[in-house]
Each structure stands twice: as structure tokens, then as C-alpha cells.
């Protein structure tokens, strides 16, 4: 039996968790188009812990659209949902060191204490339990986002709302 081949997949997980959301950097872009000026984009920078309510629209130009365009802030906080997915991903990472230098270095002690491979299955247990929790709250969030930074984002937008616009 294989005893760290879960560790090591879990282990692998982890860091594909906090590489991959820990450093996510996005935009979401509008063209921002009024009768008789030429096209302009805005764009809305947004990045890990997914605060998205301090991205914000500015305006390409001032005077575009005759002085009406405001600033407008994207919807939503996600940043707790985020923060617990990664720091989770990361304490998941720091337990399976801890488990694979047990079994590897000090097995004479796991397979001669009953205590430690109760002991171990239980963290496992909780482990996975709360890696389920973690990721369902993450892609409830990831979901959330993707609606905050998606196209119905421009029926929000007061200055799209004026005739001309």
C-alpha cells in the first residue's frame, strides 16, 4: 500500500491552488461608444483577494459623451471566500511535509505507536472535509465574479443609461 501517494497528490494540489488563484490578475474591458465621438475602452483591473468593489471604471475621456460619464465600481467582495480557499490550500501544503517527513523519516514510530495513524487519519478526514468546504465556497465565488465582471456589468452604468450613450 502506498501510504504517501495521497499526501504527495494532495501536496500537488495545494500549490496548484495558491499558483493559480493566489496570483490571478484580471481585467474586464467596456467600449464606451457616444453619437459623433470615436470609440473608447475602460477597463477594470482586478486581482486576488477579489475586492472587486475597489476596481473601477474611470473614464477614457472626461468630456466624452458631453461630461456625463462617472466612475463606476464594479459589485461584489469575494475576497474572504478566496482568502480561505488559498490560506487552506496553503495549510493543506505545510500538513503534507509534515506527513510525508513522518512517513519517510520516522516510520519505525508510525508503525510501532497506534496513536499516530488514528491521529493521522483524523487530520486526513478533516482535511478533506474542509477541502470540499473550501472549494464550494470557492467556485460559489469564482461564479460570482464571473456574473460581477460580465457583460450584464453595463446595464449598471448610469452613463449608459442616458440617451446618446
Known sequence: EPL???KILEWIFSIFVFATCGVYKGTTTILVSCKGVVNKTATAAFAYPFRLNTAVFSAPDPTRCSGTWTDFHLVGNFSSSAQFFVTYAVLVFLYCIAALVLYVGYMHLYRNM???PLIDLVITVMAAFLWLVSTSAWAKALTDIKISTGP???QEIA???????
Open 152 to 154: 450584464s456589468i453595463v
Open 114 to 116: 497506534s496513536k499516530i
Open 4 to 6: 504517501g501517494f495521497m
Open 159 to 165: 452613463s449608459c443609461k442616458l440617451p446618446g450613450s
